[in-house]
């Protein structure tokens, strides 16, 4: 079983900085991508940022530029830094992986359980 578990989240003002960060804990073999996606009250969850297992990485343009994504495969971890943050950024974010259990096994997603992000003066 894999737990991720999101920290970081909170309420900032407008044009200010937030670190994300979700650790991943639990039985796997590896970890494929790894990456944030956000939901807004009365909106679909969507893609923020992703970062495979190499390091690339793929950002939603509402916030190229302003958040990146970067991850310490030593400690399971990825972090989703946010600068120039804007209120339409606020959002509940979510930490998601692909794990498998064991070499030549399927990968599967796991969520974590979300941090809340309100950006408001």
């Known amino acids: 079983q894999v737990q991720l578990v999101e920290s970081g989240g909170g309420l900032v003002q407008p044009g200010g900085s937030l670190r994300l960060s979700c650790a991943a804990s639990g039985t796997f073999f590896s970890i494929d991508a790894m990456g944030w996606y956000r939901q807004a009250p009365g909106k679909q969850r969507e893609l923020v940022a992703t970062?495979?297992?190499?390091?690339?990485?793929k950002y939603a343009d509402s916030v190229k530029g302003r958040f990146t994504i970067s991850r310490d495969n030593a400690k399971n971890t990825v972090y989703l830094e946010m600068s120039s943050l804007k209120p339409e950024d606020t959002a509940v974010y979510y930490c998601?992986?692909?794990?498998?259990?064991?070499?030549?096994?399927?990968?599967?997603?796991?969520w974590g359980q979300g941090t809340q992000v309100t950006v408001s003066s």
């Open positions: 998601n992986g692909a794990f498998r259990s064991r070499y030549s096994a399927p990968y599967y997603e796991y």
């Open positions: 970062i495979n297992s190499g390091g690339s990485t």
